[in-house]
């Protein structure tokens, strides 16, 4: 399965700042995925981001919070804006082709004070 | 809209032994995946297992299993022989076959504690 590298791994940050999470993958992925993991909870899809199109929003996620660049088949970004404690969490992205499973990047643990 | 539901919010296991996580769905779609990801302290999602649901034979993955009963809708995981490293949140998602965006559902998952 292909590699994933999110960059950071971990930040703390101040609130009203925003963070860029990177996603790099090592081979060409149709499909890229944004998820939130509040702590002792689930995993929240927050977009589908594929490539030369805009990313698709899940209900409760809006772009002006949560903006999505996919410039390629191997590279996705997602930035937290105007952070705010309940902005604290694991974001994770994930890549899939079509009709295969999702496979994860290690994941990025957001501290926000 | 699809839904998956894990009972269990934490189970343990001894070393060596077997233990068994529930995870049961509501769909109406008949054509679907499911799937086990583990999720350790280092936070990385693992993919454990999946399972298609016009197979009826249960996949099997070395130590892991599935009991899969589409019926009951119901997609059990069973670990064999559980060694310290199986210790990890586990979450059972679920997939429409026919889905192009490749979306998950995902349950609450279930924290399974390994005893030495």
């Known amino acids: 399965s292909a590699v994933i590298s999110q960059k950071p791994s971990r930040d703390i940050c101040q609130r009203g700042t925003s963070l860029t999470i990177q996603c790099q993958v090592d081979?060409?992925?149709?499909?890229m995925f944004w998820y939130r993991q509040q702590p002792g909870q689930s995993l929240t899809l927050i977009a589908t981001a594929n490539q030369g199109s805009e990313a698709t929003y899940e209900s409760g996620f809006v772009i002006d919070k949560f903006p999505i660049s996919r410039p390629n088949l191997t590279f996705s970004t997602l930035t937290v804006s105007n952070m705010s404690p309940e902005d604290s969490s694991i974001y994770l992205c994930?890549?899939?082709?079509?009709?295969?499973?999702?496979?994860f990047g290690d994941g990025t643990r957001l501290s926000i004070l | 809209a699809q839904t998956v539901t894990q009972s269990q919010p934490e189970m343990s296991v001894q070393e060596a032994e077997t233990v068994t996580l529930s995870c049961t769905y509501d769909t109406s779609e008949s054509d679907y995946y499911l799937f086990w990801y583990k999720q350790p302290p280092s936070r990385q999602m693992i993919l454990v297992i999946r399972?298609?649901?016009?197979?009826?034979q249960n996949a099997t993955e070395n130590r892991f299993s599935v009991n899969f009963q589409k019926a009951a809708k119901s997609f059990s995981l069973k670990i064999s022989d559980s060694q310290l490293g199986d210790a990890a949140m586990y979450f059972c998602a679920y997939r429409r076959r026919n889905n192009a965006g490749n979306m998950l559902t995902f349950g609450g998952g279930t924290r399974l504690m390994v005893k030495p």
């Open positions: 399972q298609e649901a016009y197979k009826q």
């Open positions: 081979s060409q992925v149709t499909m």
């Open positions: 994930s890549v899939a082709q079509p009709g295969g499973p999702q496979h």
